[in-house]
């Protein structure tokens, strides 16, 4: 993992155009404020995807259409706190369905957490947590012949390209068989005066977010980064429709970084890339489930119509 972690960070400073992926947020630390950035005022996407996981999962039930006594796989990518998924499972206990509940996440730490809070609230359901990278573990779903539902939540899909989102849907499709299901969290195309705040809170906690990539090189790889000489420096235009992360160089200035042996340099305005979070309509979502043999079969939104879960069937 340091050695993978040393390799990326070595390869997007050493870019012209620098970046970090956006995966390494989730350390100890980023976990605890991605739990503090689903609770504040301007982050409307968990409250808008949670009103649709507290009103609607039987709607989900009924559009899978499972049949109660045959077992089936809950597999979740990047579960996080479960703090949605919780609703669902409530309901499929309490409807007496017979399955498994599968997390993934990169954060061992979260997945963690996750194990532990539901065998205090849900201590019925059996888990089965993998840690580790989804696009690396979907290959390993295939082992399975039970029947599965994939959920992908909170517009996670948005933070890969619209090429790298129809890459993944086109690899899951392929790990699962004719039946088994998707369901898709996707933030809807609105105004910046809506998206921006989202990813440039009052409190600065989605600025520490994006500052703990910086922090976590320092912490793991004996980086010697200045986080008061970077800011954090978000972007997004409607017509775009993609909300932009970046972390800017505040002066001419070098990092160095023990566990890659190298110097970086930076020129006072240079940005290094950090997240993109991009922003659905119905035909995005279209275009980028092209070629993956997913059908949609439903879309549920929130009362606000800020969100939407598609529910998509393997052909
Ligand atoms: C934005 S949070 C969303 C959490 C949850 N799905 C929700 O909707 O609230 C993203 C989660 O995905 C995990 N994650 C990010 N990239 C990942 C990857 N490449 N493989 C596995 N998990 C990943 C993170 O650790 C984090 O828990």
Do not use: C
Not at 65 to 73: C, I, M, S, T
Not at 122 to 141: C, E, N, R, T
Request: charged fraction near 25%; aromatic fraction near 10%.
């Amino acid at each position: 993992m340091l050695e993978q972690f040393s390799i990326d960070v070595d390869q997007g400073l050493s870019s012209e155009h620098k970046y970090l992926p956006s995966k390494y947020f989730y350390d100890k630390v980023g976990d605890a404020l991605f739990v503090k950035i689903m609770a504040l005022p301007e982050y409307y996407l968990t409250r808008a995807e949670m009103d649709i996981f507290e009103q609607q999962t039987l709607s989900m039930l009924n559009a899978w259409a499972l049949d109660k006594h045959q077992h089936f796989e809950l597999i979740e990518l990047g579960a996080g706190d479960g703090s949605k998924t919780k609703k669902l499972l409530t309901t499929l206990k309490r409807k007496q369905y017979n399955f498994d509940y599968l997390p993934i996440d990169i954060s061992a730490n979260a997945l963690d957490q996750l194990e532990a809070s539901l065998a205090r609230e849900l201590p019925d359901i059996k888990v089965h947590k993998q840690q580790g990278d989804y696009f690396k573990i979907l290959a390993s779903l295939k082992s399975s012949h039970h029947p599965k539902v994939v959920l992908f939540l909170g517009s996670s899909i948005g933070n890969m390209s619209d090429e790298e989102a129809n890459g993944f849907l086109i690899q899951l499709g392929k790990t699962l068989n004719p039946q088994d299901k998707l369901l898709l969290g996707a933030d809807l195309i609105k105004p910046e005066s809506l998206v921006l705040p989202a990813y440039n809170d009052s409190q600065g906690v989605t600025r520490d977010f994006n500052l703990n990539l910086l922090a976590r090189i320092n912490r793991e790889l004996g980086g010697d980064f200045d986080l008061n000489q970077f800011k954090h420096d978000p972007s997004y235009t409607q017509q775009e429709g993609i909300a932009k992360s970046y972390l800017t160089s505040l002066a001419d200035q070098r990092i160095t970084v023990k566990h890659t042996g190298k110097q970086y340099w930076f020129k006072a305005g240079e940005k290094i890339y950090t997240e993109i979070s991009r922003k659905y309509s119905d035909e995005i979502i279209q275009n980028i489930i092209e070629g993956s043999g997913f059908q949609m079969i439903d879309k549920l939104t929130d009362q606000n119509n800020l969100f939407a879960d598609y529910i998509f069937n393997k052909r």
